[in-house]
């Protein structure tokens, strides 16, 4: 193993942590706070909740809910300017993968300047953020863990992942009370999102066991208790799956993902299809492709996914991915592509992008345009 | 489970990741460094290297390493005085856990002022502290990752847990080359006391999902490297101590420890014993004290131990105990307490202090003097 780097935030977790935010946020020196959450929170009452708690604190105030299910770039510049119209200094984030995203970039261009653009890739951002407060209300993006922001170009159709360290926030606070007036198909979008970052973190050319740890736990949380969360609703088993959530956002943030995760980008950009539908279509194919490169973790993964192991770690892991699709059509959600796109013909573009994805980087095995379309095409 | 609350520093692992020490400086705004090591350091070559570093990176540094074995409060004033004549803004801690323990004192002092016994406990730290970068020379301790430090209040003769998110490191470097450099005795004594870092964490009723895996991991790790270490001192045996110790500081940092670190912190104190020397001693009887208040947690510790699951939780954590007594006695350390102190008539004042110390107050059964004294006739 090389130098290997593992930062996260402080996270503070647990039933009614969301009590903690005034003090949180006046540790961290805010005075006048930038909210950003989404219409459907608004409409759930819970941005009037975070609102009083800061006016409990004695906070000025501002709130931003201009968001996509994938953010744009254009939102985030709208975002950042309103940020420095409000003379804003701390931002708080309130939602899924998308407002954190979001906030991320406001944070970003507010402190960095420029177009969201020029800091695609990795390591590109030069100058301190304002403190991040994130709010995770759904268990599965991990954004309130890592340092990765995903945002569409609207002009290149492409979803870029800008990575650094300066984008993990502050402090993480993980209220799984959220969770239980969420549908039944965003949580398990989301715990098969938090699934596919956990298995591609721990395949990953950078995993180190700082992450790996994360990953595993991360995956058998997801298995033992996502059908019960979504049938019980019971805070109990939801709590495990924001546990779940912030593993596996531990693990990715620090190990990055794979190929599941650059054609999912791509697919996100080109056809706005939400990120947590395409794992359960891609995620087996791509452990299939990926299992020569890595028996002994697929191996390992089996082992967690079925509790037995075969005699080689390749029986072990196809027992293991072979049970997994089981559990996804246990979970009555779209297992084919053809589900999700309408076209087959543009799977060539899909991969295109798909390849200069930065995910591709630390896949275990190295894959090329063709290997990709291959795998779309199995899964149509 | 009540909220939780997880904080690490930053953490750089690896292989010369002490390359990483100038930057990481420049990154937290250090002009002027004071850098706190201990004389062996320097004797072995290791403060000129880092000295070297800083210098390449343009940095003014000033050197301080007046710290003895169980660091005290009349060490930790005159750093801070040395901090404040020299203008210092970021602190640097080269060591074991005496250095790094003078380090957090020494930050503390220069940002809060007053005398270190005024924030013995939880939680009595007002303002921010300057940036520390700590790069731990042991692999043991856990002083680089916790927001514990330990400190012997020279007139009252006890060790004083200062207890604090604010004495989280900003960067802890690990660079696993240092252990290479040691004696068989201190590889053992910090391993061992990573041992029981992970042990008390993993059994504390602050205990969470996220500190019980890096708890389990460190365990095994210990349990199975050891040996090898101190066999072969190869450096992957060597960096999976370094691993274990960094699992067991996250643990021990977020869920706190138990009365063998009470007893361990009344020994120091009063006996100046090194706190790496007294677990092997005490764990065990620990062990067996709390077994009846927490059989699940200690059979897992059992089955890590021993790889073996009886038909209760009882005989599998008695298995495990027993396997760790022997673990220890094939290490040739010393096991009874009466070849680390030298008048068994000491033993109630010592028990007299350990329940006062904070540990007591997450140990799984409560515990009085009387359970303390009997704890220590046991090993006697």
Redesign the interface.
């Known amino acids: ?8 935030p ?8 969301l009590d ?1 935010l005034g003090p949180c946020a006046q540790r961290n020196g805010a005075k006048r706070v930038l909210l950003v959450s989404d219409p459907g929170l608004e409409d759930a009452g819970w941005v009037e909740c975070l609102v009083d708690k800061l006016d409990q604190a004695g906070m000025h105030w501002a709130y931003f809910s201009d968001v996509s299910s994938n953010p744009r770039d254009s939102q985030i510049h709208r975002g950042a300017e309103f940020y420095a119209s409000q003379r804003a200094d701390v931002v708080i984030a309130l939602g899924g993968g998308s407002p954190m995203d979001l906030a991320k970039g406001i944070a970003l261009i507010a402190s960095n300047g420029g177009r969201i653009r020029d800091y695609e890739g990795a390591n590109r951002i030069q100058y301190p953020l304002p403190p991040m407060i994130f709010i995770p209300t759904t268990a599965g993006s991990g954004a309130d863990i890592s340092q990765f922001a995903i945002v569409t170009d609207e002009e290149r159709k492409v979803k870029m992942s800008i990575i650094s ?1 300066t984008l993990v926030p502050n402090i993480s606070i993980i209220d799984p009370n959220f969770l239980q007036t969420k549908p039944e198909w965003l949580i398990k979008a989301s715990a098969i999102d938090a699934l596919s970052h956990a298995v591609e973190a721990y395949v990953s050319v950078l995993a ?3 992450t790996e ?2 990953s595993l ?1 991360a995956i058998e949380l997801v298995i033992k208790n996502l059908e019960e969360a979504v049938r019980t609703k019971s805070l109990q088993s939801l ?1 495990k799956l924001s ?1 779940a959530s ?2 596996a956002g531990m693990a990715f943030s620090n190990a990055s993902l794979g190929v599941d995760h650059a054609i999912a980008h791509s697919l996100g950009g080109e056809f706005d299809v939400m990120h947590g539908h395409v794992h359960p279509v891609l995620l087996p194919a791509v452990m299939r492709f990926n299992l020569q490169a890595c028996p002994e973790k697929m191996a390992m993964i089996g082992e967690i996914i079925t509790d037995e192991r075969l005699s080689t770690d390749e029986d072990t892991a196809m027992r293991g991915i072979e049970a997994l699709e089981d559990f996804f059509s246990r979970l009555d959600i779209a297992m084919n592509l053809a589900e999700l796109v309408d076209d087959r013909q543009k799977i060539p573009d899909i991969c295109d992008l798909a390849v200069k994805d930065a995910c591709v980087l630390t896949n275990p095995r190295s894959v090329s345009k063709e290997d990709c379309q291959a795998i779309c095409e199995e899964v149509w």
Not at 10 to 17: L, T
């Open positions: 193993m090389d130098v290997t780097k593992f930062a996260i402080e996270v503070i977790f647990g039933k009614n942590s903690y360290r180190s066991p700082f740890m994360q736990k709590s546990i912030t593993a």
